[in-house]
């Protein structure tokens, strides 16, 4: 989208791109998608980290990714929509990166965080614009859920994420992970 540009409304898609229901029927799939995947990176990292003082922190973020997971749950059966075929791999997936970056440390852990939930920000965003002022309510809780986020983002980084070994190439390895996984969850 070329900057000041208007987003598209839902009705407005190109020839051969999925109409409304469609479109809406992959928001509520991805997002249901990356919420399981987040969900599965804390039980990951508190497989390792559980009994360290980072432990009621990652507990704390669990809760509400479990929260954030409910509800897409919740509109999934609302609606009929289908999860992704992907969901078995994002349970694997998803415990191993959260474990991986764990035994690199807390800080790793932590990096792992400001990552996806920076990836997880510019994915919300951008559907937020393509709802535009349509399902004002699947809006709303995409930007209540943005917000969540973006707190992640900060506590990890209030928890040494940036003093993470590797930082900068493990921090840019997660988000082409997580961008290719939300591609694919809204392809399958
Ligand atoms: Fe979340
Ligand atoms: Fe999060």
């Given at each position: 989208m070329k900057p000041?540009?208007?987003?598209?409304?839902?009705?407005?898609?190109?020839?051969?791109?999925?109409?409304r229901?469609?479109?809406?029927?992959?928001?509520?799939?991805?997002?249901?998608?990356?919420?399981?995947?987040?969900?599965?990176?804390?039980?990951?990292?508190?497989?390792?980290?559980?009994?360290?003082?980072?432990?009621?922190?990652?507990?704390?973020?669990?809760?509400?990714?479990q929260r954030h997971l409910d509800e897409f749950n919740r509109m999934m059966i609302e609606r009929r929509v289908r999860p992704t075929l992907l969901q078995p791999l994002w349970h694997v997936a998803g415990f191993a990166l959260g474990a991986a970056t764990a035994m690199l440390g807390e800080k790793a852990a932590m990096a792992c965080t400001v990552?996806?939930?920076?990836?997880?920000?510019?994915?919300?965003?951008?559907?937020?614009?393509?709802?535009?002022?349509?399902?004002?309510?699947?809006?709303?809780?995409?930007e209540e859920f943005r917000e969540d986020e973006l707190e992640h983002r900060a506590i990890a980084l209030e928890h040494g994420a940036?003093?993470?070994?590797?930082?900068?190439?493990?921090?840019?390895?997660?988000?082409?992970?997580?961008r290719l996984a939300i591609w694919l969850s809204e392809r399958f």
């Open positions: 000041g540009a208007k987003p598209r409304t839902l009705d407005q898609s190109m020839p051969g791109e999925p109409g229901e469609e479109t809406i029927a992959r928001m509520i799939r991805v997002d249901q998608a990356g919420e399981y995947g987040a969900a599965r990176i804390y039980a990951g990292q508190l497989a390792v980290l559980g009994r360290t003082k980072a432990a009621p922190t990652l507990r704390r973020m669990a809760e509400q990714e990552a996806v939930e920076e990836t997880i920000d510019a994915h919300y965003r951008r559907q937020a614009a393509r709802l535009g002022d349509e399902e004002p309510k699947l809006k709303d809780t995409i940036k003093e993470a070994p590797l930082y900068a190439p493990l921090t840019f390895a997660i988000k082409r992970a997580s």
